[in-house]
């Protein structure tokens, strides 16, 4: 009886573990697919009246499919409240409030208006665009090198530090301004059902998606 015990305790776990590498191979792939969903809305034409709404709209799009892919893992953004549920709107979920008139591709000083919903009624569209330190390329002044620079922007500061296990977080910036790029990022990690390694510890599994998209022209 004890060595039944033991080997079908051993039997169990390899069990377990198999199907724990198999759900998280399930979550990357859903998760991949969601963020993929996100960029896609995110990199919608621009509204030269609303320059932030498809940030928006590409996050909500990723915080509503996430739960089917996350496998219980909290989803984490600005706009959820302590318990998970949603805060009253309007708030940003990270994204930026302001823009700021560009000239090209050089930002102006002194030039910020609330435009998360649309710019104000009384100010015209201009070129205007996210402050340049919310940006994911190089015309952030936080970013150092040739291009690349994922994860620079101010928004996508909540995936970039640490975070509660077990939850995942959901980032999204333009690469540049005038928009050619939009980065999508959903980090973190998800709890095991049984105590297996991970690089996020004994019993979570980090999942790490990233992907930037190409956006479409400018429309009136």
């Known amino acids: 009886m004890v060595e039944f015990a033991l080997g079908a305790t051993v039997f169990l776990l390899l069990v377990l ?3 724990q590498y198999a759900l998280l191979s399930l979550t990357e792939a859903g998760v991949q697919s969601d963020v993929l969903a996100g960029a896609r809305t995110a990199a919608g034409s621009v509204a030269a009246r609303a320059p932030l709404a498809n940030l928006v709209a590409g996050q909500d799009a990723v915080i509503a499919l ?9 989803i984490g953004a600005a706009c959820l409240g302590p318990s998970g549920a949603a805060a009253p709107q309007p708030l940003s979920c990270g994204l930026p409030t302001t823009c700021v008139r560009w000239q090209g591709a050089t930002a102006q000083p002194a030039t910020a ?3 998360l919903a649309g710019l104000p009624p009384a100010t015209g ?3 205007w ?5 919310t940006l994911d390329g190089p ?3 936080t970013c150092h090198r040739d291009g690349g620079c994922f994860g620079a922007g101010a928004a996508m500061a909540a995936c ?3 975070m509660p296990a077990g939850t995942l977080r959901v980032c999204l910036a333009y690469a540049d301004w005038p928009a050619t790029a939009v980065d999508v990022w959903v980090r973190g990690s ?3 059902i049984v105590p297996l390694p991970g690089r996020g510890g004994w019993d979570l599994l980090t999942v790490d998606s990233r992907l930037r998209l190409q956006v479409e022209q400018f429309t009136a």
């Open 113 to 115: 208006v609330p435009c």
């Open 129 to 133: 665009g996210p402050p340049p330190g």
């Open 190 to 192: 998800v709890r095991s």
């Open 17 to 19: 573990g198999v199907m």
């Open 139 to 141: 015309q952030n002044p």
């Open 160 to 162: 970039a530090g640490r």
């Open 125 to 127: 569209p201009g070129d």
């Open 66 to 74: 996430l739960p089917s892919a996350a496998f219980g893992a909290a």
